[in-house]
């Protein structure tokens, strides 16, 4: 599977952003989507990650309330909805695809989109 991620930007805070992540190739109902981010210094961390099958949706808690993940199936593309946005949220996001289910550590996810940078001011 290859995946393209687009949507970044430069944004005030407060603002809002949607990042898109499509990709080549099926995915199945056992996969997970998920994004993560990496500011400048700091190791990769993850964000956010759905279900294919189902859904499920799950966040870390430094964006909870504020970000929303999605797909469609239809059209094969994950989304990241981000609201409220801060300066803290600054860094390049990247958009992973995990074959073996939900899991926050970077090194279960084998397929690997470009980082679209976000950058947040104050």
């Known amino acids: 599977v290859q995946l393209q991620a687009s949507g970044g930007g430069l944004v005030q805070a407060g603002d809002s952003l949607r990042l898109s992540c499509v990709a080549s190739?099926?995915?199945?109902?056992?996969?997970?989507m998920g994004w993560f981010r990496q500011a400048p210094g700091r190791e990769r961390e993850w964000v956010a990650a759905?279900?294919?099958?189902?859904?499920?949706?799950y966040y870390t808690d430094d964006v909870k309330g504020r970000f929303t993940i999605s797909r469609s199936t239809a059209q094969n593309t994950v989304y990241l909805q981000m609201n409220s946005l801060k300066p803290e949220d600054t860094a390049a996001y990247y958009c992973a695809r995990s074959p073996r289910g939900l899991d926050n550590n970077p090194k279960s996810y084998d397929s690997w989109g470009q980082g679209t940078q976000v950058t947040v001011s104050s």
């Open positions: 190739g099926r995915l199945f109902s056992s996969h997970v």
């Open positions: 759905i279900r294919w099958g189902t859904g499920g949706t």
